[in-house]
């Protein structure tokens, strides 16, 4: 695992031809943890992401343990969070092994 403190310790690992940032090393994603707040409208593909407030369009990981998501599209295999309070969330398509919750609305889930 892999931990950053702050968005420039991030750029080495930023591909500006995908606006994504690629946590790849020796062709295989790796974990990674982020020790603060992490804002962004880029992309971040990686293997486990911890972190506390995750703010993002799109994440493609494999596990996610965090506290508040706020992104526009999420591809997991495994989301493990405490609390979620949410208002208004519109999804067009999840697709998912397990969901557990009390209140969904949404278009097409899988």
């Known amino acids: 695992m892999k931990v950053f403190n702050n968005l420039e310790e991030m750029e080495p690992y930023y591909n500006a ?3 994504t940032y690629e946590f790849v090393e020796n062709q295989k ?3 990674v943890e982020f020790g603060f707040g992490l804002k962004t409208d880029r992309s971040i593909k990686a293997w486990d992401i ?3 407030n995750i703010n993002a369009r799109n994440i493609d990981a494999w596990d996610i343990l965090a506290c508040d998501i706020n992104a526009r599209d ?3 295999s495994d ?3 405490w ?3 949410a208002w ?3 999804a067009w398509n999840i697709q998912s092994s ?3 919750a009390s209140d969904i609305n949404a278009r097409d889930i899988n």
């Open 17 to 19: 031809n995908t606006d």
């Open 88 to 90: 208004d969330i519109k």
């Open 83 to 85: 609390d979620i309070k």
């Open 29 to 31: 994603r790796f974990d």
């Open 98 to 100: 397990d969901i557990n």
């Open 74 to 76: 999420i591809n997991a």
């Open 79 to 81: 989301i493990k969070a």
């Open 50 to 52: 911890e972190a506390r």
